[in-house]
């Protein structure tokens, strides 16, 4: 009997390893659930299946069969079947497997691109991305034309060669519930005493209601812009006035905002740098990379009440490239989240639970409001995050009516407010963070190769990167236009994204300086965030600087052990190699 | 000439068993030659090299620059913040699992080999979290410290807590004792293994002798399966400078330097891409050098001072 049911147990066990192993063999006839249709020829497309979906892609791939389903790429078939791999690969996975890939073409994020290049991973496009797009009704027009300067000057090697195109923008900052704000009247007023037009920084903060409008119809504060009449009207201009934002929000019932606990440390990092990217604009930011320019905002001392005392410009080289971590964006973004979480009703109460994923959080910020459990007025996330909550959009829609859909449910992009007022009326600006590329695989068979940078080419049209921006309500990392047709076919939140996008500076992270092509990640303005305070280091902004602890460390501490950290000697042990 | 048959037949019949046994063998000895040796053979020489990216897209620059690395990743490890906690974290790390693991693993394994009450629970419970997938063993963990434990604190004892996780005083040690409890149900399955492999008759004798249950594991059961106990000890003295601590898990690359283990900093470094190559090589050719040889006398000393089977 013990025998029996040993040998019984071993079966059942030689059975399961099989079947286990079975499911390891991908079946020829299938991929992601479609199967091969042997008339045709096959194109293998790998998609980075994160916050921007694959439902673009699904789109692309049916215009492009369509399009080319009498064509013959191969003898003996006519037309192209193309085949997604959704697997969530970034670029350091792909790196290490793609040279025994099938996939063809790819569309991921995290891409160092010059050790994809360096390695031979990916192939040469240079020859797709300056064609002219005629055959596509572009005449006059190639892929390289849609890229702006600075991606121009670092994907063109300086052997004159392209091998990706850029894929989408990512941007962080803060998501705000219109309808919430406009049922609350959470929007500044302006001063009628001061002429909006020429007076950047114009709310009435003494109007007896904390500077708020009294009925919708008031006339709204210029905003962070400094502008009258422009869509950021109302909005908090300076970090002074959202934290007044916050207490007037608290004040009605409702909870100012939230992100996801499980990723505070990065994503409150990455709204540290946000904040400190918009202080510091498009040209400052740039000597971050480049190490050429001259620095205007280094800070000499920081008095007792935050006040910031600057040094005069100083010309930055490779030389004394540390000289920027002295730049004040980074203390003004410390100190505006050490105030934010001063106080606990400021934030959402799972903000900082390990459990609270990014989904959780869009779910709470969505949900609040046809709840009415203290609806939530704003979220920290990237501008991705409305695509990734489609699902959560669904599910509210059938709960609580079609106005709370994502097509009718109005929530924007918030431009951020400026450090000081004197800030107010300068260009807002995001730094595009995900490194994200469209490549081909180096090692495809010369017919393969063809049809891979056909598919890559026809991605790039005009038509292609509109009808991504409209499906993902985000735009693409080109240059590119939008009619108003295509504008109303999105979300109020994509239009606000785009909106916010066709009046902002955007910095790329690229550079071919040396020193940052050899430390791209050790670099990158994200991990600059580091301090060292007595002999100890600190790079856990969400909670060293927690307000409410009591022994955070102040955002004047924390800045100052960021120059301790970055100086002199570890950036000459560093990079001294490449000094010349 | 039958004995001549007799003699090919066996000949014949060797020559087939050696050909069945190389080819059993071939593809592991492959394996162990490519995975193995060649890329140890890699790391070595890139240990004496640096890797810089050049921009006319034609491939890295490699150059020698002899013990240049080995020089730079000893300053870092004196000097490094996260390098110096690294060295705390490892050794407490190894130092918790052996008090806090081994020994409680090693009377669990013996509380169940004895069969006593709720002995087939424990082995089933303690060796699930072995069995799970870590992202989802870590997500269960996750959701217990930071929701279940607050929710029990409040309705058990009225006190408001945050998770253990959310809580920086309390995070740090959450990470080690779901390490501890990760490593319980590999350890129990050895020890049990080998505690199930001692002769019957031994401890029929020995409680014949009357032995009491103490005496038994520490004069019999410890003494037959020390050669089993010998082996986790060295190789988790093996494993002291690639310990991540699950820190990967929890925290992705966001971990508080003050908690990172070396494990955990080579493995960052690796992600940053070849030109971090070197570095990550020569402080991994480095550990080796430094952990080699106090694995083979720690091997040496628990061989020669352990209980005698005698």
Sequence with gaps: MKKLAKSLLAIVLAVMMVVSLGACNRDPNAVGGETIITSKTQLYVSNFNGGYGDEWLQKLKARFEEEYKDTSFEEGKTGVQVLIDNAKDTGSAISTTISGSRNQVFFTEGVYYYDFVNQGLVADITDIVTEDLGKFGEAGVTIEDKFLPQQKGFYKTTAGKYFGVPHYSAYYGIMYDVDLFEEKRFYFAADNKVDAATTPYNTAINNGNNGFIFERDDVRSNGPDGKPGTFDDGLPATYEEFFILCD????????????????????????????????????????????????????????????????????????????????????????????????????????????????????????????????????????????????????????????????????????????????????????????????????????????????????????????????????????????????????????????????????????????????????????????????????????????????????????????????????????????? | MEKLIKVKGMNRRRRAEKVFYWMMLALPLLQFCVFYIVVNFNSILLSFQTIETDISGGGYIYSWVGFENFAEVIRLCLNEYELVCSFGNSMMAYGIGLVFGTAPALLFSFYIYKKYPLGGFFKIVLFLPSLISAVAMVLIFKYFVENAYPAIMETLFNMKVEGLLANPDTTFATVIIYGVWLGFGGGILMYLGAMNSISESVVEAAHLDGITPMKEFFKITLPLIWPTLVTFLVTGIAGIFTNQLSLFTFFQDKANKSYYTYGYYMFLHTKAGMTEYPHVASMGLLMTIIVAPITLLARYLLEKFGPSVD
Aim: charged share 20%.
């Design chain 1, 248 to 580: 007037y929000i608290q004040g009605a019932g409702c909870t100012p905002i939230c992100w996801t606990g499980e990723h505070r440390q990065g994503y409150v990092q990455w709204f540290c740098q946000a904040l400190a990217v918009d202080y510091e604009g498009l040209e400052q930011m740039l000597i971050n990379y480049n190490f050429t320019g001259t620095a205007k905002n280094l800070v000499k001392s920081i008095g007792s009440d935050g006040t910031v005392t600057f040094e005069q410009p100083k010309a930055i080289t490779n030389a004394n490239g540390y000289e920027f971590y002295k730049s004040a964006g980074r203390y003004y973004a410390l100190d505006f989240y050490q105030k934010l979480t001063s106080n606990t009703s400021y934030y959402h109460s799972k903000s900082f639970n390990a459990t609270q994923s990014h989904m959780m959080a869009q779910q709470e910020f969505l949900f609040s409001k046809p709840e009415a459990v203290s609806p939530i007025a704003m979220l920290h996330e990237g501008i991705w995050w409305e695509n990734e909550a489609k699902d959560a959009f669904a599910d509210i829609a059938a709960q609580f009516g079609d106005e709370y859909g994502r097509n009718s449910r109005r929530i924007g992009m918030m431009p951020l407010p400026k450090a000081t007022k004197d800030k107010v009326g300068e260009t807002f600006t995001v730094l595009d963070t995900h490194n994200s590329l469209g490549f081909i695989n180096a090692n495809c068979e010369p017919d393969e190769l063809a049809l891979a940078k056909l598919f890559l080419q026809y991605a790039n049209t005009n038509e292609s990167i509109v009808e991504y921006t409209v499906t993902t309500n985000t735009p693409k990392a080109l240059q590119y236009t939008m009619g108003e047709t295509d504008l109303a076919k999105m979300s109020y939140f994509g239009r606000s994204v785009w909106n916010i996008r066709e009046n902002c500076d955007i910095v790329y992270p690229f550079s071919t300086n040396p020193i940052f092509v050899n430390n791209q990640q050790a670099l990158s303005y994200n991990s600059m965030f580091e301090s060292t305070i007595n002999g100890t280091t600190f790079n856990q902004i969400a909670d060293d600087l927690r307000g409410t602890r009591s022994d955070r460390k102040t955002s004047k501490d924390y800045f100052m052990g960021i120059i301790a950290k970055y100086n002199k000697s570890w950036w000459e042990a560093s990079f001294s190699k490449w000094f010349n």
